[in-house]
């Protein structure tokens, strides 16, 4: 998710969490499928730029 949509969420009174608030050191090596099952684990949606997560998903799982 870009800035400028987590600012416009934030705008509406919404709080988004980046993947770094989450994985403070190491955001970039978690896996694909480790940190989505986490975030739908906590309730939060998830909102990406990378038009190929789903597919990498798809060949992690």
């Known amino acids: 998710m870009g800035k400028m949509a987590a600012k416009g969420l934030a705008v509406l009174g919404l709080h988004p969490v980046w993947i770094g608030e989450v994985y403070t050191n190491d955001?970039?090596?978690v896996?694909?499928?480790v940190w989505i099952h986490e975030?739908?684990?906590r309730g939060y949606p998830v909102?990406?730029?990378d038009r190929t997560i789903w597919v990498n998903v798809a060949l992690q799982s």
């Open 47 to 49: 909102i990406t730029k």
């Open 27 to 29: 955001a970039k090596l």
């Open 39 to 41: 975030a739908a684990q």
């Open 31 to 33: 896996p694909d499928v």
